[in-house]
């Protein structure tokens, strides 16, 4: 499974012109199921949606912005970033999750081919599954879904721009 994070300050999935879910502060997840994905990559994928640290810690802590060096000493730089230290749980934000098959497309050419995604039903199954771990994980109420295979108009304000793919592969 693969999806990407999208820290945000609003978002939500309109269906043939009807909004079908919107939340506030929180994360948008576009997330693919590929073939041979099972709950276990659904379990360990919707854990890291949870607990994913993309928020900036309460008391605005800075460290410094490491930079590369020709000579292999670490060094940094005289810019400073915020830590982040906080998960969507902490800020007691909104997850809203979007399938998105066409995140495991490649490329032929100049032509995206899907076979890299999983087919339709058994995809479906599985997605459910990971918003559902989603909902147990974190509050049912806080957690929103699009429409499987729908065409879905997808609006947001980033936040940052905060975006960060991750992904469950399966180990032997």
């Not at 276990?40 to 919707?46: H, I, T, V, W």
């Amino acid at each position: 499974m693969k999806a990407i994070l999208q820290r945000v300050l609003s978002a939500s999935v309109t269906v043939d012109q009807q909004l079908v879910s919107s939340i506030g502060k929180g994360v948008l997840v576009f997330a693919a199921v590929a073939p041979g994905d099972t709950e276990r990559e659904a379990d360990l994928l919707a854990s890291k949606v949870i607990k994913m640290k993309l928020w900036d810690d309460e008391d605005g802590a800075r460290v410094p912005i490491p930079v590369s060096s020709r000579t292999g000493q670490r060094q940094f730089s005289n810019s400073t970033v915020l830590q982040w230290k906080q998960s969507v749980q902490d800020i007691n934000g909104e997850v809203l999750c979007v399938s998105q098959f066409t995140l495991l497309a490649s490329i032929k050419g100049s032509k995206p081919d899907f076979h890299g995604a999983m087919a339709g039903d058994q995809a479906k199954e599985l997605y459910d599954y990971f918003v559902s771990k989603i909902q147990e994980g974190y509050e049912q109420g806080k957690v929103k879904n699009g429409v499987f295979q729908a065409m879905m108009k997808v609006g947001l304000i980033n936040d940052g721009p905060v975006t960060l793919e991750i992904s469950a592969s399966r180990k032997p």
